[in-house]
């Protein structure tokens, strides 16, 4: 017999996977990254499989499950990462998006 707290379980994690999966293809359609109906897909995809497998066999160890669950999100925010920051050179005077981020090259100083 199901039990009405594994119904539930079940509901939640549901809507949470599409939420995670819907919220990948929102951000990537915004960044304009290639193919973001893809990225949405392998989101969802581990995340409902980490979901599925949670609920069906009742011996899975969680830390193999959040490693599934996990890999979507990583290799999306990797392929994020790059196609945030593409090709550029990396600035060894100044942090990503912090101060001197926009300055010139001339204004940097001799070490």
Same mark, same amino acid.
């Given at each position: 017999?199901?039990?009405?707290?594994g119904?539930? !379980? #079940?509901?939640? $994690? =549901?809507? !949470?996977?599409? @939420?995670?999966?819907?919220t !990948? &293809?929102?951000?990537?359609?915004?960044?304009? %990254?290639?193919?973001? #109906?893809?990225?949405? @897909? %392998? !989101? =969802?995809a581990?995340c $409902?499989g980490?979901? #599925? *497998? &949670?609920?069906?066999?009742?011996?899975?160890?969680?830390? @193999?499950?959040?490693v599934?669950?996990?890999? $979507?999100?990583? *290799? &999306?925010? =990797?392929?994020?990462?790059?196609a945030?920051? $593409?090709?550029?050179? #990396?600035?060894? &005077?100044?942090?990503?998006e912090?101060? @001197?981020?926009d300055?010139?090259?001339?204004?940097?100083?001799?070490?």
């Open positions: 017999m199901v039990s009405l707290q119904v539930a !379980v #079940a509901v939640i $994690g =549901f809507a !949470v996977v599409l @939420g995670c999966a819907g !990948v &293809y929102r951000d990537a359609a915004r960044l304009e %990254i290639s193919r973001p #109906a893809l990225w949405a @897909g %392998i !989101v =969802f581990t $409902g980490g979901l #599925a *497998l &949670y609920l069906a066999p009742p011996n899975v160890p969680i830390p @193999g499950l959040l599934i669950v996990v890999g $979507g999100p990583a *290799l &999306y925010l =990797f392929e994020r990462d790059d945030t920051h $593409g090709d550029d050179r #990396a600035d060894p &005077y100044s942090l990503p912090g101060p @001197g981020s300055s010139s090259s001339d204004d940097r100083r001799d070490e």
